[in-house]
T-cell receptor, first 111, second 115 residues
Framework: GDSVTQMEGPVTLSEEAFLTINCTYTATGYPSLFWYVQYPGEGLQLLLKATKADDKGSNKGFEATYRKETTSFHLEKGSVQVSDSAVYFC??????????FGKGTRLHILP | NAGVMQNPRHLVRRRGQEARLRCSPMKGHSHVYWYRQLPEEGLKFMVYLQKENIIDESGMPKERFSAEFPKEGPSILRIQQVVRGDSAAYFCASLPPAGGTDTQYFGPGTRLTVL
């Protein structure tokens, strides 16, 4: 079945460091890919999405490119802030609307 | 335009009691999804409903769990005779009618604690 694998956390970085959180997926067909963010004690917020190969999703300085050849959707940000500390979930939707989530990566940004 | 609303935000129950979780989708959204998040885990799909219909309940335990989305009012996820293993965060997401988008919008969740 469809699945999402993302790097395990926690990831701890200093402010202004470069961030990469790896995400790979297994799916038949052409799923849409998402990154959701969950701040402490809150629900999930959509961070960015991409619906087809080579699409780049971007928001709040975060980017991810849909790479079909490597079945990946890695999340990147050039300069992280303390306020980016949260749990990040990679996810896919393979047209049946049951979103498949990765286990999440907890990110800590130190001032 | 209000987002997805869930209540209560926190719910404490003793073993054997019933838990009722409510979800009001975004205005204009007719599809509701429930997900469960166990501690330190990602979200797992439970059930997908449209108004008055259960479309897919393949992720919901066969016993003690039920869900509905009546013609009027919020969607309800009901857990009977709760056990400690039901302690989790339960999230609801909504989607507009078919063809609009495949982006689900999530509510803030209900954190259920079973004592």
């Amino acid at each position: 079945g469809d699945s999402v694998t993302q790097m395990e956390g926690p990831v701890t970085l200093s402010e202004e460091a470069f961030l990469t959180i790896n995400c790979t997926y297994t799916a038949t067909g052409y799923p849409s890919l998402f990154w959701y963010v969950q701040y402490p004690g809150e629900g999930l917020q959509l961070l960015l999405k991409a619906t087809k190969a080579d699409d780049k999703g971007s928001n709040k300085g975060f980017e991810a490119t849909y790479r079909k050849e490597t079945t990946s959707f890695h999340l990147e940000k050039g300069s992280v802030q303390v306020s980016d500390s949260a749990v990040y979930f990679c996810a896919l939707n393979n047209r049946d609307d049951k979103i498949i989530f990765g286990k999440g990566t907890r990110l800590h940004i130190l001032p | 335009n209000a987002g997805v609303m869930q209540n209560p935000r926190h719910l404490v129950r003793r073993r054997g009691q019933e838990a009722r979780l409510r979800c009001s989708p975004m205005k204009g959204h007719s599809h509701v999804y429930w997900y469960r998040q166990l501690p330190e885990e990602g979200l797992k799909f439970m059930v997908y409903l449209q108004k008055e219909n259960i479309i897919d309940e393949s992720g919901m335990p066969k016993e003690r769990f039920s869900a509905e989305f009546p013609k009027e009012g919020p969607s309800i996820l009901r857990i009977q005779q709760v056990v400690r293993g039901d302690s989790a965060a339960y999230f609801c997401a909504s989607l507009p009618p078919a063809g609009g988008t495949d982006t689900q919008y999530f509510g803030p969740g209900t954190r259920l604690t079973v004592l």
